[in-house]
């Protein structure tokens, strides 16, 4: 059934297909975006290739539409920032604990600290790891709404 669903999404022209440009120029981009997303990642890591290229897909997708006068970007909001970050974060950070724990766990404590030191560290870097999705997803919120708000004031200004 995976290999249904990755036909659906990223369908592969053979010659019973009937292919347009815009056909074309879809699975051109779709392929362009998995391969700049797999580069980096080694082979038991291309399994993320759906779920990361339909995720790169509807972001690019929400972002551009909202630059069309008079529409609504979700991303702007802080709940849907926020519904996308916990996830993802959650998931990689129970991967890495999964599969490399000591690794995972070895990031709480930087090296050559004093011993005096470790037990206030490690609660340091727990609560700053557990705040990290909430922290980035408002700045990335920020960003977004002044980015979109200075785009709107730059038009209004050019056209008034």
Known sequence: SQYYSQALLLPSPNNRWITNRLSTLQLWLFHLITKQLMIPLNKNGH???LLLTSLMTLLLTINLLGLLPYTFTPTT???M????AFPLWLATLLTGLRNQPSIALGHLLPEGTPTPLIPA????ETTSLLIRP???GVRLTANLTAGHLLIQLISTATTA
């Open 47 to 49: 399994k993320w290739a």
């Open 77 to 79: 909001q802080l709940s």
């Open 81 to 84: 920032n926020m519904a996308l």
């Open 121 to 124: 560290l490690i609660m340091i």
């Open 134 to 136: 909430l922290a980035l």
